[in-house]
């Protein structure tokens, strides 16, 4: 497991601008087992994704589930997995660590808000502190930030990129290994990533592989797609169903 992680944790460092490292989310074990095939070095489970595959609204998978379906996940495959886990379900650190070791993941993204609500951030990240404690280097920290999707109405876009930054220098601060921006615009990009010490994520589209090299530029060292790889899925699936109904 510690061989596991330092792999994954390698893997976001060193990487030339267009090169960054591309995580697609798997919902299941034959979707990761496909990515893997593909030649992908690592991957990182979607929540809304594992989620629309249990039946569950986003956000709404119980932990105990969430947690079974990353286990299979990293059983099925021989490549370091991150798992998405929300804001960690009122786990406290040491359970919440145990719980993701115990699935197989070398990593987590842990968001900062909480329905639909921006977390305090000095309060998210102390959590994001003990997370990091409790794991030593078990896991991959990935604080993603939620004030682009859930940040203060109105506010201009220099208002919500000063906020992220802040936000984001934090977290850094704090211990986490990645910072996730989620949703940011493209230009902003470039300056988030000069503002930080520690890897930028960013969420791509699923368009191929220039859609990745552009962000890399941008200043990217690491590109997931979120939900949108099992929504793809789901509409081939739906596009079959109609086929065979004669539709």
Same mark, same amino acid.
């Given at each position: ?16 601008p ?7 989310g798997?919902?299941?074990?034959p ?7 593909a030649?992908f070095?690592?991957l ?22 969430m947690?079974a379906? @990353?286990?299979?996940?990293? !059983?099925?495959?021989? @490549?370091?997995?991150?798992?998405d886990?929300?804001? /960690? ?14 699935? /197989?993941? @070398? ?11 921006? @977390?305090e951030p000095?309060?998210?990240?102390d !959590?994001?502190?003990?997370v ?6 078990l ?19 220099a208002?919500a ?20 921006p ?6 902003s990009?470039?300056?988030v990533?000069?503002a ?14 220039s ?12 590109v ?10 789901a ?7 109609d086929?065979?109904?004669g539709?």
């Amino acid at each position: 497991m510690t061989q596991s992680a330092a792999l994954f944790r390698a893997l976001h460092h060193g990487r030339p601008p267009g090169d960054p490292l591309v995580l697609p989310g798997p919902w299941d074990v034959p979707s990761a087992r496909a990515f893997e095939e593909a030649g992908f070095p690592a991957l990182a489970t979607p929540s809304a994704g594992v989620a629309a595959s249990l039946g569950y609204a986003d956000g709404q998978t119980p932990a105990a589930e969430m947690f079974a379906a @990353v286990a299979r996940i990293t !059983r099925a495959v021989s @490549v370091p997995v991150s798992a998405d886990i929300e804001g /960690g379900y009122g786990l406290a650190p040491d359970e919440l660590v145990g719980r993701l070791l115990e699935a /197989g993941a @070398v990593g987590c993204n842990l968001e900062d808000s909480a329905d639909g609500v921006l @977390v305090e951030p000095r309060k998210h990240a102390d !959590r994001l502190a003990e997370v990091r404690a409790a794991a030593g280097g078990l896991l991959f920290v990935n604080a993603r930030v939620d004030t682009y999707i859930h940040g203060t109405p109105g506010a201009t876009d220099a208002e919500a990129e000063s906020d992220t930054i802040a936000r984001a220098r934090l977290y850094a601060e704090a211990g986490a290994d990645c910072v996730y921006p989620i949703m940011a615009p493209a230009d902003s990009l470039p300056r988030v990533a000069a503002a930080l010490t520690v890897p930028l994520n960013a969420l791509g589209a699923p368009d191929g592989p220039s859609t990745s090299r552009r962000l890399g530029e941008l200043g990217a060292a690491r590109v997931t797609f979120g939900p949108q790889l099992q929504r793809r899925a789901a509409e081939a699936v739906r596009g079959l169903a109609d086929r065979l109904a004669g539709h």
